[in-house]
Every structure is written in C-alpha cells, then in structure tokens.
C-alpha cells in the first residue's frame, strides 16, 4: 500500500482522531472510508449531471 503525507490543521486531526478511536477504527481507516464516500458521491454527482445535460440536449432536438 502507498503512503501519503498530507497537512492539516491539528485540531482537525484531533477531531478524526476522537472519531476513529469511537469507532475503533484506526486513523488511516476512517480517512480511506472518507475519501472512498466523497469520490463515490463525485461519480454520482457527474452521473445526475450527465443525465440532466442529455434530457437538455433532447428537448433541444425535439
């Protein structure tokens, strides 16, 4: 598996810290869940989009 250093603010990590020990996840878990969720609500987000501009783009042709 990679690593990957990433900055943030430490009240923010302590933050991810108190939700991963309440979840008894460790740290690089919940901030793997966290990126898999916001990539799959992308995918999502670009889907609806796409389907919104094709209706658009049909009521043009009609």
Known sequence: MARVLISMPKEFLDRIDQVADGENRSRSELIRE?????????????????????????????
């Open 34 to 62: 966290a990126l898999r969720t916001y990539i799959y609500k992308q995918k999502i987000r670009q889907s609806t989009t796409s389907a919104q501009n094709a209706e658009l783009l049909e009521s043009l042709l009609e």
